[in-house]
């Protein structure tokens, strides 16, 4: 890493050396001359170290650090959850979406033929219960007779008007009565208990029918669509991959010095290489607690002056708001924040939207 950065800025500052020379008049060789071409000699060493500056970062004020990054935004993958036949998308790479817009449909022509048994057999199931209904009332009228007889059976045996026998089928018959409620009863509870079985198995089949409808989880762009109508789809596969436009943000590497100095929430603004004459407001939402591209582990203090941790600059979302149509990820540009936050921010890092 370290030779591929030496290798980019002798790229650079030899380029730029090339550039700064050519711009430069053809210097007389007479000896009346000498001073001029020393003065040339000067100002072109000054441009070049103004120049090598600005790439190093060197002319930042003490206290500010800058890095390039890109712009990235969260990924949303919009998959199916039951498998199927795609039967429609309706929108395409690049347009824009509204949290709850159907943007694709499977088609499942088997799921919905359970749908129609189940709802037969919630029928079914409520016919079942009317009728264990109708004969707990029957059984406890029988019942009810019943109990009078038995009542009336036992003062006319008291009063010697009433065999035994005679008293003891009235006594059966009442009994038979009870056990035929107790029996109507369970019957009526197992016939609701199927009522309920069947409702939950519709509700189960409507679940998946409403979820054969992809909609979008929150509004974005269509960043890619992986499936074509038509195509068989399994659970699981994605369809289409959208972008949160109100998560945005650049990711920058910073040597360990600088990210130690920062803090959650510190300022930090954006400069993109499309848009120079922007600076974009933003925050730092995330510092890596481990270092990346270097080892984990390090033993001596001059290893540990080279490890980069990983920025996470958050865009304002009142800006994402006022422009999200014009917010392109993969969007390379310069990233500042404050090793200082004592220190304020210079002329041409103030927001300038």
């Known amino acids: 890493m370290k030779s591929v950065r030496h290798l980019l800025l002798a790229s650079?500052?030899?380029?730029?050396?090339?550039?700064?020379?050519?711009?430069?008049?053809?210097?007389p060789t007479g000896s009346g001359d000498l001073v001029s071409a020393a003065q040339a000699q000067s100002g072109l060493e000054e441009k070049l170290k103004t120049l090598f500056d600005k790439l190093r970062g060197i002319d930042m004020p003490e206290g500010i650090a800058k890095t390039n990054g890109r712009i990235e935004a969260t990924e949303v993958d919009i998959s199916a959850k039951y498998p199927g036949r795609l039967d429609s998308v309706t929108v395409q790479e690049g347009d824009e979406v509204k949290a709850g817009q159907v943007i694709a449909v499977i088609s499942s022509p088997e799921y919905e033929a359970q749908l129609r048994g189940a709802q037969s057999q919630v029928l079914k199931?409520?016919?079942a219960l009317a009728e264990a209904e109708a004969m707990i009332t029957e059984h406890r009228s029988d019942l009810?007779?019943?109990?009078?007889?038995?009542q009336r059976g036992k003062e006319l045996l008291d009063k010697g008007y009433m065999t035994q026998q005679a008293y003891d089928q009235r006594l059966n018959k009442a009994d038979v009565a009870k056990a035929a409620v107790r029996a109507a009863e369970a019957e009526r509870d197992g016939a609701d208990f199927a009522t309920k079985t069947a409702q939950a198995e519709v509700e189960r089949l409507e679940a998946i029918l409403v979820d054969l409808k992809?909609?979008?989880p929150r509004s974005g762009r269509v960043q890619y669509k992986i499936a074509q109508a038509g195509e068989i789809v399994s659970a699981g596969s994605r369809i289409i991959t959208m972008l949160d436009l109100h998560d945005v943000y650049m990711t920058i590497y910073l040597l360990a010095g600088?990210?130690?100095?920062?803090?959650?929430?510190?300022?930090?603004?954006?400069?993109?290489?499309?848009l120079p004459e922007y600076v974009i407001p933003a925050t730092i939402s995330f510092v890596a607690t481990e270092a990346q591209f270097t080892p984990k582990s390090v033993e001596t203090a001059e290893e540990r002056e080279k490890l980069m941790f990983r920025i996470k600059m958050q865009i304002d979302p009142k800006v994402l708001e006022q422009f999200h149509d014009k917010v392109i990820t993969g969007v390379r540009g310069m990233g500042f924040v404050r090793t200082n936050t004592a220190v304020a921010w210079p002329e041409h890092l103030k927001v300038k939207l």
């Open 125 to 127: 199931a409520k016919q």
């Open 214 to 216: 992809l909609v979008a």
């Open 12 to 27: 650079l500052t030899a380029a730029a050396a090339m550039t700064a020379i050519s711009a430069l008049p053809v210097m």
């Open 144 to 150: 009810v007779t019943a109990q009078t007889d038995l």
């Open 258 to 274: 600088q990210a130690g100095r920062l803090s959650l929430g510190d300022e930090a603004r954006v400069i993109l290489d499309a």
